[in-house]
């Protein structure tokens, strides 16, 4: 399946993130259409001269918009445009419904569904054809479509229903656990940010892993495993991701999939630092714990994926962590706590050498060097005692595995340094020295 984009936006975050939905419905985009508008037109969103431009680009190909469109303009541009016209919400409902597994997550679904197609049914083309079509009268179509509404009218009525019965035994279930006072850890952030990758990370029950994969809303039902945390039990839960715009109609379905986050002690909002605009999904991501009332609850931010991230800068909002949830987080830990003792051992020695040696050149001069030097060293300390009061058991022994590994280098460096002083005393001196004599 092909298709042709709209948008009516030039921000290429909204643009690669439609080609991601398209990507997760197995759709291959072969054009993209940006059309700048300054009024909506109610008829068909866009102006007569872009439907002209889209209508040439086409072949077999269907017409995909990045917003949501009204019955009468998915009539209107089907006709026009002579071949299956869709928006953003239909794709993440097509998702939703591949990805949904459990009875509630696929009820969930057929709510959002049928919310979503109802007032769409006399736009549908296979209904406007037995309109037009027949006897030549109007009034057969029309009895077709008030019959396709009473039919999803009373399945939406059968599915809340069934859907209600589950929430009963959700809230049974959160009532055992607050009766039982274990603290509630909910993981929120936006689609395929890594939260049941993080689950599965501090999950030590190896057979209760969540599923995990790099696609957008691989989960779509909340799972709750207890963890220990620094000897602490906890309850630990992965919640459905959030998306920029999420569609009202998904928002009503899963909001007894979502309640789990009000009854959460404590956030752990998971960020995708490997995505350039990751800023806009920690907003979004806020946005909605603020609908729900929950934005006064304690929230760390996990940036996580830094093993991915090619921007090399992050702007953190605290309190912070910076994690691989896919690999081993320690070994960032260790190469923090290295960069700040070799950059604390550097400050040393540039107060040193300004003190033992003030007639060496220098590539570049400071009016307070002492000041800088010092102001270096409290830095330099202070993320050193940062970063070992939040290690881990495992942290720990990597890092004297690191130190024990180190010492036999040292140890020959200044073997050599005590054979040779004066060939030593060249390197030192001289940085451009190219080798040993």
């Known amino acids: 399946m092909k298709a042709i984009l709209v948008l009516t936006s030039t921000n290429p975050f909204y643009e690669e993130e439609l080609k991601s939905l398209c990507e997760a419905c197995h759709i291959e985009v072969v054009d993209v259409v940006i059309q700048k508008l300054e009024k909506i037109n109610p008829a068909t969103y866009i102006g007569k001269g872009k439907i002209e431009e889209i209508k040439l680009k086409l072949q077999d190909e269907m017409v995909i918009f990045d917003n949501e469109l009204t019955p009468l303009q998915v009539k209107n541009l089907t006709d026009l445009l002579e071949t299956e016209v869709t928006d953003r919400t239909d794709l993440i409902l097509r998702i939703f419904d591949e990805r949904a ?33 027949g006897s030549g009268f109007r009034g057969s179509g029309e009895k077709q479509i008030e019959l396709d ?27 055992r656990r607050k009766n039982n006072q274990i603290p509630v850890i909910a993981l929120v952030g936006y689609t395929n940010s890594g939260k049941s990758t993080l689950l599965n990370t501090l999950c030590q029950d190896k057979q209760k892993k969540v599923f995990e994969k790099d696609m957008l809303f691989a989960t779509l039902e909340t799972s709750t495993r207890h963890i220990k945390m620094k000897n602490h039990d906890c309850l630990l839960t992965d919640t459905v991701g959030f998306i920029e715009r999420l569609p009202h109609h998904l928002i009503q379905a899963f909001r007894s999939t979502l309640e789990e986050v009000k009854e959460a002690d404590l956030f752990l909002h998971v960020v995708d630092t490997s995505f350039e605009d990751y800023q806009m999904q920690v907003e979004t991501t806020n946005e909605v714990l603020k609908s729900l009332g929950v934005e006064n609850t304690p929230m760390i931010y996990v940036y996580n994926k830094i093993d991915l991230n090619k921007y090399a800068y992050i702007q953190p909002q605290s309190p912070y962590v910076f994690i691989s949830a896919k690999y081993k987080s320690y070994i960032y830990t260790i190469y923090g706590l290295t960069a700040g003792v070799v950059y604390l051992l550097v400050a040393l020695s540039f107060l040193k050498l300004r003190r033992s040696h003030p007639e060496w050149e220098r590539p570049y001069k400071l009016r307070i060097p002492w000041v800088f030097g ?56 001289n940085p451009d020295t190219e080798k040993l004599k």
């Open 101 to 133: 597994k459990t009875k509630e997550a696929k009820l969930q679904v057929e709510i959002a569904r049928d919310q979503y197609l109802l007032p769409r049914l006399v736009g549908m083309q296979e209904h406007m054809s037995h309109q037009q079509g």
């Open 374 to 429: 010092i102001a270096s060293i409290i830095f330099c300390v202070y993320v050193i005692y940062v970063t070992i009061t939040t290690m881990d058991r495992n942290a720990w022994i990597v890092l004297i595995v690191y130190i024990v590994l180190g010492i036999p280098f040292w140890a020959y460096a200044k073997a050599m340094q005590k054979k040779d002083p004066e060939n030593w005393k060249e390197v030192i001196t």
């Open 149 to 175: 509404r009473r039919i999803i009218a009373r399945k939406l009525a059968r599915s809340r229903k069934e859907l209600a019965e589950i929430v009963k035994q959700r809230q049974v279930q959160r009532q």
